[in-house]
């Protein structure tokens, strides 16, 4: 709307937590590339909230369709070359992560929102995971 604010269809104000900009920004800054997954059916809504937040352009890669969260990341494996072992995870969804974690992702549970403490914790968990520790 005029205000700055973002509505959906019925009017309620959709907002990000507040984080989540200076999260995107400082995995720019250290040059970490960075993947949307979703598996929401409401494709086109979904990448016209990143663009409306003006996140659009922290993301390598979109991967936004329904189905499993383990499809999302072979496509982003195949995509990017990336391996999984190298990739760190964050959702609020229990199952993802659980899936995911299969794979050999890193996997962070988000309980109240994606943080800057949850960013630093979640790199620190995947540097331990690498370390072997």
Known sequence: SSDGTV????GQNIQLYPEVPEVLG?????????????????????????????LG????????YP???????????????????QMVFF?????????????GVTCIHIRDGM???TLTQGLETFA???AGL
């Open 57 to 64: 352009k922290y993301f390598i890669q979109r991967e936004i």
């Open 115 to 117: 943080s800057l403490q």
């Open 26 to 54: 400082r995995l720019q800054s250290l040059g970490v590339p960075v993947a949307a997954a979703s598996r929401t059916s409401e494709i086109q809504g979904a990448n016209q909230l990143l663009e409306l937040f003006d």
């Open 7 to 10: 509505r959906d269809r019925r």
């Open 91 to 103: 959702d609020d969804e229990n199952r993802n992560i659980i899936d995911v974690g299969r794979l």
């Open 67 to 85: 189905g499993s969260k383990v499809t999302h990341f072979e496509r982003l494996h195949h995509k990017t070359g990336v391996p999984f072992s």
């Open 128 to 130: 331990k995971a690498q």
